[in-house]
């Protein structure tokens, strides 16, 4: 089993290390990194504003897009800190201008897309929906991406943790759902981005149990769980073999839960 934490997460996965073994008894364990998705962006109408006079000038989709292919172009970001990738992913995409596709959490840890490997690992993925330095992303005006403003709809208002704990949640869903590599999921809210490494929201933090693959579904009562035990089970079933945990916070506007 592989563990990596925050900007490590990265390293493991944009470098797609574990798919040169595709045979090898092995799982993954994500804490603290991962990607609001395309769609999930794109259904929130997520925009941003770059000249900070109130208005939407592009959405977030279009322009994250942009921003990841000038970060792998000569003079960039990555090129800088001597960065790579799958060659198999970038070959296809690089021409395309869709470096993302080799870049973003969400998009990477699905099959095969476009005729790319994919990594097919048994993943787990632990998230804290008040990620206080993921979330900066959405919630720092102007942020750390270089955009002056991201916010709600062309002629909305600017994003805030609220907000991001929605994409966020979307997106876990969305990846326990539809991305057969990701079959366990826990996002508590505590505010605390590092989960393996400490004990309090590793052990100690409950998260509810909530069943909501389909909108209105109730949570299920009676069984919250800690990282740890959540991770536990997960394993037990067969070194990361398909597991209905998915347990998230289900009441947004709450207090932090178990924290």
């Not at 799958?86 to 070959?91: E, H, L, P, Q, S």
């Not at 929605?166 to 969305?174: F, G, K, P, S």
């Not at 590793?202 to 991770?231: I, N, Q």
């Amino acid at each position: 089993m592989i563990l990596a934490t925050s900007a490590a997460d990265a390293a493991d996965i944009t470098n797609w290390f574990l798919s040169k073994f595709p045979g090898a008894d092995t799982s993954l364990v994500l804490d603290a990194n991962y990607d609001v998705s395309d769609t999930v962006l794109t259904s929130n109408n997520v925009w941003i504003d770059d000249d900070n006079d109130g208005v939407g000038d592009d959405n977030y989709y279009s322009a994250r897009i942009g921003l990841t292919n000038a970060e792998w172009a000569p003079g960039g970001y990555f090129e800088a800190i001597d960065a790579f990738t799958d060659t198999t992913c970038r070959d296809v995409y690089e021409p395309l201008d869709r470096m993302d596709r080799c870049s973003q959490f969400s998009t990477m840890l699905r099959f095969n897309i476009g005729g790319v490997p994919v990594i097919e690992t048994p993943t787990f993925v632990r998230f804290d929906l008040s990620d206080p330095v993921v979330s900066d992303q959405y919630t720092a005006h102007p942020n750390t991406e270089g955009f002056s403003l991201l916010m709600g709809g062309q002629f909305g208002t600017p994003t805030t943790l609220a907000d991001f704990r929605v994409l966020m949640r979307a997106t876990l869903l969305e990846s326990y759902v539809d991305h057969d590599s990701v079959s366990g999921v826990i996002a508590p809210r505590c505010g605390q981005h590092v989960g393996l490494e400490q004990w309090r929201p590793f052990g100690l933090s409950h998260t509810p149990d909530s069943d909501e693959t389909l909108a209105g579904m109730p949570p299920v009562f009676g069984t919250d769980t800690t990282v740890h035990d959540a991770l536990w089970d997960w394993l037990n079933v067969g070194g990361g073999g398909r597991l209905d945990i998915r347990r998230l916070d289900r009441d947004l506007g709450a207090a932090l839960s178990g924290c």
